[in-house]
């Protein structure tokens, strides 16, 4: 047999050079298949980030509210705000951490949920 396999003489379709192509050809369809995948996964991630982004950038405009200036009137800057007494100074002190809390809370859920995930990817993968 020459160096592209036996041709005639008996090497046919079980030749090394035949089966190194198609070994090469499999992995480059496997490779394709991977690669798909990881984009999808990737636009996927990417359009769950962007959600989360807009929702956090609404949730920041809802929690401090800004009037709008009046157009041809400058911005100035805004006064510290003045409580009436100590007991209304206290229950915003009060509304701010809870607040604080319950955003915490949430990331930590949220982070719990993310190692669990990965976790069992990886022992999915093993």
Not at 17 to 27: K, L
Request: overall charge positive; aromatic content about 8%.
């Amino acid at each position: 047999g020459g160096m592209y396999g036996g041709g005639m003489m008996g090497g046919g379709m079980g030749s090394g050079y035949a089966d190194s192509m198609f070994r090469m050809t499999q992995m480059l369809e496997m490779n394709s298949i991977m690669l798909d995948q990881l984009q999808e996964h990737v636009t996927m991630t990417y359009n769950r980030l962007r959600d989360v982004v807009v929702w956090a950038w609404a949730l920041k405009d809802g929690a401090f509210k800004r009037n709008p200036p009046a157009p041809g009137v400058e911005e100035v800057a805004e006064a510290p705000k003045v409580f009436e007494s100590k007991d209304a100074k206290d229950l915003e002190l009060q509304r701010i951490k809870r607040r604080c809390k319950a955003l915490l809370g949430m990331l930590a859920v949220f982070l719990f949920l993310l190692v669990r995930d990965n976790r069992r990817q990886r022992k999915e993968l093993l």
